[in-house]
């Protein structure tokens, strides 16, 4: 199987932008690596879209599935997809499903994974809390959870 990407030194991608571009007919993406800042990727056009469709496709075929298929098939796909969703109450686990669905639909609708990911590690971090039975007991605590709106903080102008 052929690399999904290459590494490439962002100055070489400078010095030889022909050579670098020529790369992704072997890989899928380059990554450009940048000393003083985040990496960037570099892929073709079409594979841009390809990706698209096929998260837009996952997106509606998961809605899908947690609507027509009983809820304990759609748990155990998602216990061995996330193995993590095994420490969150039953509850939570529902919740997440839901929140699931709306936000992977939004975020095909938009070409934007960031919205995904963002929940996923939301999620992750909640699991990781449940799991831990002193830091549980910790955050649930008296006073008991939330502890109301946070002010908003004067900004200097």
């Known amino acids: 199987m052929a690399a999904v990407y290459e590494e490439v030194p962002f100055s070489e991608f400078l010095h030889r932008p022909a050579a670098a571009a020529d790369r992704l007919e072997r890989v899928r993406a380059l990554r450009l690596r940048r000393r003083d800042a985040g990496d960037l990727a570099l892929t073709r056009a079409d594979q841009l879209e390809r990706d698209a469709v096929v998260i837009d496709f996952t997106a509606r075929l998961l809605a899908g ?3 027509s298929e009983p809820t304990d098939v759609v748990r155990r796909v998602l216990g061995e997809a996330l193995p993590w969703v095994a420490f969150l109450p039953e509850e939570d686990v529902d919740q997440l499903l839901s929140e699931l669905i709306t936000v992977a639909q ?6 934007n994974l960031s919205p995904i990911a963002v929940l ?6 909640t699991a990781e809390i449940h799991a831990d039975p002193v830091l549980l007991e910790m955050i649930s605590r008296e006073p008991s959870g939330d502890l109301g709106p946070v002010p908003t903080p004067d900004i200097p102008r």
């Open 120 to 125: 996923l590690a939301q999620w992750r971090h």
């Open 106 to 111: 939004g975020a095909a609708s938009l070409e």
């Open 65 to 67: 599935l947690v609507r």
